[in-house]
C-alpha cells in the first residue's frame, strides 16, 4: 500500500507528529486496499471509557492522536492506570493472537483522541493473509509485555516518593516538552498511576518537593529537566533503568 493512498485514507497523518506518521506507514505497510476501506476515523473526549474488560473482541483500534491509558480494576474495585499508550498500537491485537474472545483490559482516552477503528473479523482477515503483519503484531506484542514484565519487576522494589520518583522519570522521557514535564489530575491521579494510596502519595509529594526534585504549581506538578536527573539517577541506584 502506497503512502498517497494512506494519507488519502487518514487525512489526520498529515496533522500528527513525523514519528507517528512513520509508525502508521510501517504498520500498514503491505496492507491490501480493502484493508483502507475498512478504516473508521473517530473523534474522543478527554475521559472516554471504549474499551472494557471482558467485553466481547468486536473491534481493533489504533491510536492516532492523543493519549490512552489502559486500566486495572481487580484489586478491591481500586482504579490502576498500569499502562499509557502514545504509539501505534493495536488494542485488541493481543486478544486475537492469543485467541481470546473478550478484552482483558479497560481502556480510557487521557487527552482527546483521533481514533482508527476496523472491525476484528477485517483484522482477523488480513492478519491470516499477512506474514509481515502478523510479524509486526506480534513484535509490539511481545515489546509491550516484556516491558510490562520489566516494569512489574522494578516496582517491586521501590515504595513510596521512589516509585512516584520512577513515574515522573518515566514521563518526562516521553512527555516533557521544552524540558519541562507538567502532570495535572493531582493527588489522586498520580494513586492511580502509581496503585499507592492517596496518603502514601501525600507524603511522596511532600518529600520531593521538600528534596527539590519537583515543584508545586495549584494542581500541577512540574519537573525540569536537572530535577528529572537527579530523580533517574536516584532511582538508578536502586534498580537498573537501561
Not at 98 to 116: E, F, I, S
Request: with cysteine; hydrophobic share 40%.
Amino acid at each position: 500500500m502506497g503512502c498517497k493512498t494512506l494519507y488519502e485514507a487518514l487525512p489526520f497523518l498529515k496533522d500528527i507528529d513525523k514519528k507517528r506518521q512513520e509508525q502508521f506507514k510501517e504498520y500498514f505497510r503491505t496492507a491490501p486496499l480493502w484493508v483502507m476501506d475498512s478504516f473508521q476515523i473517530e473523534e474522543m473526549d478527554k475521559g472516554v471509557i471504549f474499551v472494557r474488560e471482558n467485553a466481547p473482541v468486536e473491534n481493533i483500534y489504533f491510536i492516532g492522536k492523543g493519549i490512552i491509558e489502559a486500566i486495572d480494576y481487580r484489586v478491591h474495585g481500586v482504579a490502576y492506570e498500569f499502562m499509557r499508550f502514545d504509539n501505534v498500537y493495536a488494542m485488541g491485537g493481543m486478544e486475537y493472537i492469543m485467541d481470546m474472545k473478550t478484552y482483558r483490559t479497560t481502556l480510557r482516552t487521557v487527552t482527546k483522541c483521533t481514533v482508527v477503528k476496523m472491525s476484528r473479523a477485517n483484522f482477523e482477515k488480513w492478519m491470516s493473509s499477512d506474514i509481515h503483519a502478523l510479524k509486526q503484531e506480534a513484535k509490539q506484542i511481545g515489546n509491550y509485555l516484556l516491558e510490562e514484565g520489566r516494569k512489574g519487576r522494578m516496582m517491586l522494589f521501590l515504595q513510596g516518593a521512589d516509585r512516584l520518583a520512577m513515574l515522573l522519570v518515566e514521563r518526562f522521557e516521553r512527555y516533557a516538552k521544552n524540558d519541562i514535564l507538567q502532570v495535572k489530575g493531582g493527588q489522586q491521579g498520580l494513586s492511580n498511576s502509581t496503585g499507592l494510596c492517596l496518603k502514601t502519595i501525600n507524603r511522596a509529594v511532600k518529600k520531593l518537593s521538600e528534596e527539590g526534585l519537583i515543584e508545586k504549581e495549584g494542581n500541577k506538578i512540574l519537573v525540569n529537566r536537572s530535577q528529572y536527573e537527579r530523580m533517574k539517577d536516584m532511582i538508578s541506584k536502586i534498580v537498573a533503568l537501561e
